[in-house]
Every structure is written in structure tokens, then in C-alpha cells.
């Protein structure tokens, strides 16, 4: 029985992609919320907010360790899965796969020292100085490989010469026109997403244990960021359909189920598709797809027919496309719902139905992220290397690519299982009460000099 080893391709990368990117998001958004936490903790003078960075630091650093694992499964899949993209292509992208690995280093190096000195400053904001080079470089590590997703699409910076990419500029192929977009899209949402993971747990806690000064001050921040960070979101993604009707307009075209080109187009919400492409039970918001393509109601969009039937990508992505922006829309939503109930005050917004709403914005967005990528990556469909290279050309012929497929799932399944059991393990029988009780009694033991050594 012959392989399909394209489809086997597909298969162990979206795999790699789909397991990779949660921990990559973590990795992103989490160190951000910690600096925050930290200067508030100092500015404030609150144990409770200083708490916080030391406990998310500790979730954090599993999450790096995991990450770490995946995404050297990717660049080991970029080579075994996909070798005639990386022998046109690796000498291109080179420059951006090794500043990503750098950046790691770096925020790994920053990290090692923030997790080992506190309390070791005369000046609490010294230690909390430290944060800036882990934020910066885990947000290096998500430009520079967004950068490299941002050349698929819109490959710049080389010479097209008997099929070979020659007087290469790296630079100009690492900041190309894709990259604005798709890095303030990246680092906005996985923000977003890391302050509505840890948000999610205060909720949690909260409906199950009662209150806590604790969780509510944790929820409050988290909220804050959450409500800033979709916004930003939202902004990003508008940046985003407006560099896809300009540099890719099938894409957002297909997204659309946007067929005829048109001025005054309609944006089209949910529904279906018959036998003869026509939209059925769907939603229409009239001249809305001129004004998110152009900022006008009555510019022309691009319709998918102008395009060659085996160019143009999967329909499928118009519901990936509904799904993840409705997310978009919904968690900042519950996050100006949660201040509004703060504000007023006959309203709790430590009710039960809200906390609830706060847990689910948690997997919500990271299942946005999730979608998005999906949409990027299917949405680019069929080129691997847009206009330059189709993806049943760059995916390899090895039948061992099956074989490739279970080693990784059984490797990430395995992955998975530790992450969740080390997490379990640090937390469960560890409440942030009786830790914030004995951090306060090692102040007063080292204030009173019964800390100090003989």
C-alpha cells in the first residue's frame, strides 16, 4: 500500500504546531504578567502581588521546560519533513531560526538569575530590573520565528535565478512586508491569552474555595491586562484583514466566502456552502468587508474566482476564521462586564455565572490561537512558500514519515502527562495563604536577625 507522505507531512506538523503552540504562548505572555505582578507588589508595598510573580514564576519555568522540547521537535521536522523548502529556502531563513534560538538563551540566562535572587538586592526594583531581559526575550523569540511564517507568505528579499534564491538579504526577507502585522497580532493575543490563563485560575479557586484576598487581587490585575490586551488584539487583527486584501486577497477572500469581486462587499457570518458554492443560512453585515479590507464601505474586495481553482484555499477557513474572531470579541467583552460589576457597586463581580465566564475565557483563547494558526497556515494553501513553492513539492518522499508521525504524538503525549503532574505536584498541597504566611514570618525572622547565619 502506497504512503501518502504529503498528507503524513501535514499531518506531523500540525501536530508538532498544535502542541508546540501552547507552550509557546505561555512563554510569550506569562513573563509579562510576572513583571507586572512584581511592580505592583513594590510600588503597592503588597505581599499578595509579590506572591504572585513567585508563584507564576515557578508554573512558568515548567512551561519553558516543555517548550523547549517542542520546539526543537519543530526545527527537527523543518529539516525531516520538509527538506526541499529548507534547501530552497535555508539560507534565507537562517538568520531568523538562529536569532531565535539566541533570544531563548538570552531570557533562559535572565531567568536562571531572577528565579535565584530574591530578596538578594538592597532595592527590590533591582531584582525586578531583571524581568525586562525575560520579556524581551521571549518577545524576540516570537518575532523572529513569526518572522520566518511572515517570509511564507510574502517572500522578499532574495533573486528568483534557474530555481535557486540567489543575492540573498536577510534582513530584508526577516522584516518583510507580512511581519508588522502577524508579530503585533502574535505578541498582542499570547499577552491576551497569559493573563486570561491566570485569570482563569484565580476564578477558579475562587468557586471552588470561597474568597481570598489572594485570587481577587490576582483576578483584578489579570482582568486589567485581559480587557488592554484584547483590545490590542482587536486593533491587531483589523491591521491584519487590511494586509490581506492588499498582499493576499484570496486568502481573506476564502475566509469571506467572498466569490465576485465587488465594491460595497458584505461581510458574511457563519452559514454553509451547496454543491454550487452559494452561501446558505449565513448572516450578512452589509459593506462591512469593504470597510475591515480598506477602512471603506465602498472599496473594492477581491473575490475568490479571480483566482485559479487550484490556487485558491481550502473553504474551510472561513469557519476558522468566524470562530477565532468571535472569541476575539467575546473575552474582552467579559473583561469589561467584570469592571462594570466592579464599578457598580450593587453588582458582585465575584458572582458565581461571572467567575464562570472568567474560567472559560482561559481555553477560549487559546483555542483562538490555536485557530489563528490553523487559519494562517491552511489559509496559505497550497504554497508552502507562497508563488514559489507548493507544499506537495517541499514535503518529503521517505515512508518513514508515518513512523515520524506516532514518535512524536507518543513523545508529546508523554510531555503533556509530566507538565500536567509537575504543575499538580507544585501547587495542590501548597495554598497561597499559608505560603504568603510563611514568606511574611521569613521577613520578620530576617528583619529581627534570627535569619541571618552565625
Known amino acids: 500500500m502506497e504512503i501518502d507522505t504529503v498528507l503524513w507531512s501535514r ?54 521546560a516543555v517548550g523547549v522540547v517542542t520546539g526543537t521537535a519543530i526545527a527537527l521536522q523543518l ?8 534547501q530552497l529556502a535555508g539560507n534565507v531563513v537562517a538568520l531568523p531560526l538562529f536569532m531565535e534560538v539566541f533570544a531563548f538563551f538570552f531570557e533562559a540566562i535572565f531567568l536562571g538569575i531572577y528565579l535565584y535572587t530574591w530578596d538578594r538586592f538592597r532595592s527590590p526594583y533591582t531584582h525586578w530590573l531583571l ?19 511572515g517570509f511564507m507568505n510574502q517572500p522578499e528579499g532574495f533573486v528568483m535565478e534557474a530555481g535557486h534564491f540567489v543575492a540573498v538579504n536577510p534582513i530584508e526577507a526577516m522584516f518583510n512586508t507580512a511581519t508588522p502585522s502577524k508579530v503585533f497580532h502574535v505578541l498582542s493575543s499570547a499577552y491576551m491569552t497569559g493573563a486570561a490563563l491566570l485569570a482563569g485560575i484565580a476564578a477558579y479557586v475562587l468557586l471552588k474555595k470561597g474568597p481570598s484576598v489572594y485570587y481577587k487581587k490576582a483576578l483584578k490585575l489579570m482582568m486589567g491586562a485581559v480587557l488592554i490586551f484584547g483590545l490590542l488584539t482587536a486593533v491587531a487583527g483589523d491591521m491584519s484583514a487590511k494586509f490581506l486584501a492588499a498582499h493576499q486577497p484570496e486568502k481573506l477572500a476564502a475566509a469571506e466566502w467572498h466569490f465576485e469581486t465587488e465594491s460595497g462587499a458584505d461581510l458574511v457570518l457563519l452559514g ?18 469593504s470597510f475591515l479590507a480598506f477602512g471603506d464601505f465602498n472599496a473594492e474586495v477581491t473575490g475568490l474566482n479571480e483566482f485559479p481553482l487550484d490556487e485558491q484555499p481550502p473553504l474551510i477557513v472561513h469557519y476558522l476564521f468566524d470562530a477565532m474572531a468571535g472569541i476575539g470579541f467575546v473575552i474582552p467583552a467579559i473583561a469589561a462586564l467584570y469592571f462594570l460589576f466592579l464599578i ?42 507562497r508563488g514559489y513553492m507548493r507544499v506537495e513539492e517541499a ?23 509530566l507538565c ?35
Open 272 to 289: 454553509w456552502l451547496n454543491a454550487e458554492r452559494e452561501i446558505m443560512g449565513a448572516f450578512h453585515i452589509p459593506k462591512a468587508l
Open 344 to 385: 457598580w457597586k450593587r453588582r458582585n463581580e465575584l458572582n458565581k455565572w461571572l467567575l464562570r465566564g472568567i474560567l472559560l475565557c482561559a481555553p477560549l483563547a487559546f483555542l483562538a490561537i490555536e485557530l489563528g494558526w490553523f487559519y494562517a497556515e491552511v489559509g496559505r494553501q497550497p504554497w508552502i512558500l
Open 131 to 149: 524581568t525586562i531581559p525575560i520579556v524581551l526575550g521571549a518577545s524576540m523569540s516570537a518575532f523572529f520565528i513569526t518572522s520566518v511564517n
Open 11 to 64: 499531518l506531523v506538523t500540525g501536530l508538532t504546531l498544535t502542541f508546540h503552540v501552547i507552550f509557546a504562548t505561555v512563554g510569550v505572555g506569562v513573563p509579562l504578567m510576572i513583571a507586572i505582578a512584581e511592580f505592583v507588589g513594590i510600588r503597592k508595598k503588597d505581599h499578595h502581588y509579590i506572591l504572585m510573580a513567585k508563584r507564576w514564576t515557578r508554573g512558568f519555568i515548567i512551561s519553558v
Open 420 to 454: 500536567v503532574i509537575v504543575l499538580r505536584r507544585l501547587f495542590r498541597n501548597n495554598p497561597a495563604e499559608a505560603e504568603l504566611d510563611k514568606l511574611l514570618e521569613e521577613k520578620r525572622d530576617k528583619a529581627s536577625g534570627k535569619g541571618e547565619p552565625a
Open 395 to 417: 514535503a518529503t518522499t521517505s515512508p518513514s514519515i508515518r513512523i515520524l508521525f506516532f514518535v512524536f504524538l507518543l513523545l508529546y503525549i508523554v510531555l503533556g502527562t
Open 79 to 86: 529539516a525531516l519533513v520538509w527538506p526541499n523548502f529548507m
